[in-house]
């Protein structure tokens, strides 16, 4: 069963990539097997919940209270306490280069090094390819001891792109935190309390960052998880008088 961090073990987990997670989340791991384990059953996952909805559902799961952290406060407490060192390291997967660049300004003791290509991460073969080409990039680009690393991908190319690069980087924290930075340096405005409480942000996000692949994404678990259980306990409930869970 994956462990659930305190914000002091947050900053000492070495042996850990903690990930952020909500509802759809959740929701996209029983559709994609590689996802599922990669959160669920790997030995060194953390869950770092993002959403209330997420928070109450992963207590009963795990059967212990557990603490709330979005992506955004996550980064800011990382951020937090590497201005407390003389000079830090931190290698930063995807995100956009304003909001890197911003980053940069506000943290003048880091140094961040920044890669952004396209990573197509949909299985835990293509994570590993991928890994080891980022590996090989980043000894060519510095020999400094990477202090941090933060991979901005969205779900759930980031989860299964940290599970492969944790073993080449052993003591090395990962933190996975989506788009997170953007709404951390104001690069993009971030979504309204009420559609996260009625877990709604998905579709904050697909509307102002448009794409196909998101869309896709929001359509399968949203039809599945909401639409599909919602009408499978009713049918069920009017011929058996049971519901299926």
Known sequence: ????????????????????????????????????QTIFKSQYAAFIVDGRGAKS????HLRRDIQLFT???????WMDHLKLRSKSFV?????????????????KNIDFIHFNEKYDVYSSASAELIANKIQSQMSRVTNKR?????????VPKQELLAASLKPKLLDTPIICIGGALEIL????????????????EPF??????????????LVKSYYKFYVFRFLRTRISTLLHGVELT
């Open 1 to 36: 069963m994956p462990k659930i961090l305190t914000i002091e073990e947050v900053l000492l987990a070495h042996d850990n990539y903690i990930v952020t997670l909500n509802m759809q989340h959740l929701y996209e791991s029983e559709l994609n097997p590689d996802f599922h």
């Open 91 to 107: 290698m930063i997967i995807g995100s956009k280069k304003t909001a890197v660049e911003l980053l940069q300004n506000q943290n």
């Open 71 to 77: 992506g955004v406060q996550l980064a800011r407490l």
């Open 57 to 60: 559902v992963l207590s009963k």
């Open 185 to 200: 340096t104001c690069v993009a405005p971030q979504a309204p309390r009420i559609l996260k409480r009625l877990w709604l």
């Open 146 to 154: 990477i202090d941090l690393v933060i991979i901005a991908l969205g």
């Open 204 to 217: 904050w996000r697909l509307a102002i960052d448009p794409s196909l692949e998101r869309l896709i994404r």
